[in-house]
């Protein structure tokens, strides 16, 4: 059996760079041995909090210090790590930490108040509050620096929760050896390597950002700056003071870097790596950044949060095949396939397939979905794209109603059922607008019962009260009846269509 657990990343290159810069962190810096010993104390004191081997384990935290120390811990004490977003309301922590029988929750004091509400119905046992550097000082004070090791039989790093079709969370169970796996891959394809001072500015308890940012660059030997935001200004910053060369971003973040003058001031004149993913990259955006920085080096990721980091389009092909996804990275099975297994010819549409020791385990408490993604040990994406005689892989679509806006995932479903809900609501469809900012735009089609009267304004307040922020539609149309297929289902591609020409 594989024992090696994620955080011997971190204990790897704590033993071969002790002394070199490994984070910056809530305006602190520390050197490998400094983080490794911080972990191993963190580990400590959740031990003695009671978390045993195999407990789950939630993280809700901002992009901080506090949070990649608690990501190793958690790691390092055998427990499994359930990170979630710290903008999901109390309906959606409620479903989700009672499916992933979090028993600990690690956040800021802020949502230890709304969770002690929801602690006996959802079986919490203990809440441990970071809020900031001080209160992570605290909470590791006397506690041993001496690595903890967990038992042999640890095998389960992770549950990263996504939806399906239903819109209904889904919680992907990944283990330490396909988080090790990918890693590996993701360092040769991606170039990241012991020179790398990655700034990462998309949220470390996203899937990409934990593997592409928290656990590559450590991996590597590399600095993993963490700004206090995504703006240009923290960026420029991480350049100017930290010497950042290679920034992790979606696309929204981009386009904010590329119209601010000066932080295009300052990367005109530097050789830098960016990885952009999350979201389609809009063609004219690409042109735009290679056009305003000449020496940047771009780099285009495609994965999904079941099998993270499948594919590259590295620099030296990104410029001639821009709209492209790319290609498999090293040592990954990515094929394009139809409905029976069989590729795809060139140019055909498929859904694309990846087997390997990177995919999930399974979508916890939920057999029949597993039964429905992993067929013969292969994961179905759900992703719709073609292939080229090069191996060359261009999405055209998902095959679920996914929208990713500004990096973020969405679910149509889960956003249609908040807003059916509402009386006075017959019918109603959600789906994502082309947005030059947003990559996709959250935008509803909605159909009133006969006599209702009910403004977009008062739908996009029942979504806010149900649902994180970023999920509330940006735009709301009124329209007497939705485009369906015999079968009855809705043709969104069609309201795209007749709503993009207003």
Same mark, same amino acid.
């Given at each position: ?22 984070? $910056?962190?809530?305006?602190? *810096? @520390? ?8 972990? +191993? #104390?963190?580990?400590?004191? =959740? !031990? ?10 939630? $993280?809700?935290?901002?992009? *901080? @210090? ?8 958690? +790691? #390092?004490?055998?427990?499994? =790590? !359930? ?26 004091? +802020? ?33 041993? +620096? ?357």
């Amino acid at each position: 059996m594989f024992c090696m657990t994620v955080d011997g990343f971190l204990s790897a290159s704590a033993l071969r760079w002790p002394s070199k810069l490994a984070v $910056v962190a809530s305006g602190r *810096s @520390l050197s490998y041995a400094q983080l490794d010993a911080d972990v +191993s #104390r963190f580990a400590r004191a =959740l !031990v003695v909090r009671g978390v045993q081997p195999g407990d789950r384990v939630s $993280v809700i935290l901002p992009n *901080s @210090l506090e949070m990649v120390v608690a990501f190793y811990a958690i +790691s #390092r004490c055998g427990a499994v =790590l !359930v990170p979630l977003n710290p903008a999901y309301t109390d309906h959606e922590l409620t479903y989700i930490l009672g499916d992933a029988g979090a028993s600990v929750v690690i956040c800021r004091r +802020s949502h230890t108040g709304r969770l002690h509400a929801l602690k006996a119905s959802i079986g919490l046992r203990e809440f441990v509050e970071i809020d900031d550097i001080e209160a992570l000082s605290g909470f590791i004070s006397g506690q041993e +620096s001496r690595p903890v090791k967990p038992p042999e039989d640890v095998t389960t790093h992770s549950i990263l929760y996504t939806s399906g079709t239903t819109g209904r969370p889904k919680g992907a169970v990944m283990s330490h050896w396909s988080r090790i796996y990918n890693s590996l891959t993701c360092q040769i394809g991606y170039e990241i390597d012991s020179d790398t001072r990655m700034n990462c500015a998309p949220p470390l308890f996203h899937s990409g950002a934990m593997l592409l940012a928290m656990i590559n660059v450590i991996a590597a030997g590399g600095a993993l700056l963490v700004p206090t935001d995504a703006g240009p200004d923290s960026t420029r910053r991480a350049m100017e003071e930290h010497g950042a060369n290679y920034l992790l971003a979606v696309p929204t973040i981009i386009r904010r870097l590329v119209d601010d003058a000066a932080f295009s001031a300052v990367a005109r004149s530097r050789s830098f790596s960016l990885m952009h993913g999350g979201a389609g990259m809009p063609i004219a955006l690409a042109e735009q950044f290679m056009q305003d920085w000449p020496q940047c080096r771009p780099f285009h990721a495609y994965g999904a949060t079941e099998s993270p980091q499948l594919t590259v389009l590295p620099p030296d092909e990104y410029g001639s095949n821009l709209g492209a996804t790319g290609r498999a990275l090293p040592g990954m099975d990515v094929r394009v396939c139809r409905q029976d297994g069989s590729p795809v010819a060139p140019g055909e549409l498929g859904e694309i397939v990846t087997s390997g020791p990177h995919i999930l385990d399974r979508y916890l408490n939920q057999p029949e979905a597993t039964a429905q993604r992993i067929r013969e040990g292969a994961f179905w994406t759900g992703d719709i794209a073609t292939t080229d005689e090069r191996g060359l892989v261009t999405i055209s679509g998902r095959s679920s109603d996914l929208i990713i806006s500004g990096g973020l995932n969405v679910y149509a479903r889960e956003v249609e059922d908040v807003l059916h809900a509402v009386p006075g609501v017959a019918h109603a469809a959600v789906f994502g607008m082309p947005d030059p900012e947003w990559g996709e735009a959250v935008s509803a089609a909605v159909v009133l019962k006969a006599g209702a009267k009910l403004s977009a304004d008062a739908l996009i307040e029942a979504c806010r009260q149900r649902l994180a922020s970023y999920k509330k539609p940006r735009h709301i149309w009124f329209v007497e009846g939705l485009p369906l297929t015999p079968a009855g289902k809705v043709q969104k591609f069609k309201l795209v269509e007749q709503f993009s020409k207003k």
